[in-house]
Every structure is written in C-alpha cells, then in structure tokens.
C-alpha cells in the first residue's frame, strides 16, 4: 500500500483510535470535535466514511456489536499502527494555512474601508472567542500529566489566537473610520 492512498483523515482517524482505542465513527467524530478539530478543518463526514476504507486497506478491523444498536467498533491492526508510526516519523512538510479572513484580505483592495473595518471586526470576534475557548480548555486540562501533549497543542493555538488578535486589531485601528 503506498502512502498516497493515506491523507489527512487517514491519520486522524488512525490517531484517534490509538488515543482512544475501539472507536465507533461518532466517538471519533466526537473527539475530534474536542481535539484535532480546533486546528484542522475537515468534513465530519469523513469519520463515517474513512474508518471503513480503512478496513478495506487492512489498517483498522471492525466488530459489530451482537445486540442492542449493533455499533460498528473499529480498531488498529498491527499495519495500521505501523502506518501511523511511518507518518508520524515523515517529515512533516511545510504548514498549510487556509485562513478565509486572510483570503478576503487578500482581495478586499477595491472595496470600502467599511467592508475592511467590518471584516477585522468580525474577525477580532472570531479570534476572542476561540482564544476564550482555549483558555477553557487550558484550566479545564490543568497540569493533568497524561494531557502534557495536548497542553503543547494548545499553547501553540494560544499564541496563534493572541497573534491573530494583534494582527486584525493593527489592521482595524490603520482603516479608517469612515470613507469610501
């Protein structure tokens, strides 16, 4: 199997049944919701889809409860962990930042200063209230030993968050207050 037929989902799925062990699709969309997915965008839907792809490559096995709502568990097998240790032993490449504010400031040199006044406010809102939700989850993890990775994480998504929030403040205070 080559590596081109593993993505992003591919991991993260992998990942978070290493994490977390015997998974449905919804435990992983759910931790997902919790983790990876305050710094990486995806289709949730993935998380139904990709576990049984996965199960096609010989990477996850499923089992599928006997009785009651006859959920579909999925866990690693001995290729998929060693898939998840080669990629996570790659070089992780330059990042990729996809940031739609960014994009419309990229192009918004024709329109009025309103439209950039109101689009560093909305920003500078968005970027509050995600460093709102990190600082949450920073007293909430504490100095738990067994979250020390995750605090690593999510210092970087602090500093990212207070950087942004430096940067749409420079650009809102240099727009002008009213204007074409």
Request: net charge negative; aromatic share 8%.
């Amino acid at each position: 199997m080559s590596d081109t037929s593993l993505g992003p989902s591919s991991f993260i799925v992998l990942g978070l049944i290493a994490q977390q062990g015997p998974s449905t699709s919804y435990d992983l969309k759910r931790c997902a919701d919790e983790s990876v997915g305050y710094f990486w965008h995806f289709p949730r839907s993935q998380l139904y889809a990709e576990p049984q792809r996965l199960v096609g490559l010989g990477l996850l096995r499923e089992e599928q409860e006997q009785g009651g709502r006859r959920r579909r568990f999925f866990d690693l097998t001995d290729a998929g962990r060693a898939a998840l240790r080669d990629w996570l032993r790659a070089p992780a490449g330059m990042p990729e930042l996809r940031d739609p504010g960014l994009l419309k400031l990229f192009f918004i040199a024709g329109e009025p200063a309103s439209a950039l006044r109101a689009l560093a406010q909305e920003q500078l809102a968005l970027h509050q209230g995600r460093l709102r939700d990190y600082e949450q989850i920073q007293a909430a993890l504490g100095q738990e030993p067994s979250a020390q990775t995750s605090l690593r994480t999510l210092r970087m998504g602090l500093l990212y968050e207070r950087a942004n929030l430096a940067f749409w403040t420079e650009v809102l205070d240099g727009t002008p207050e009213a204007g074409g």
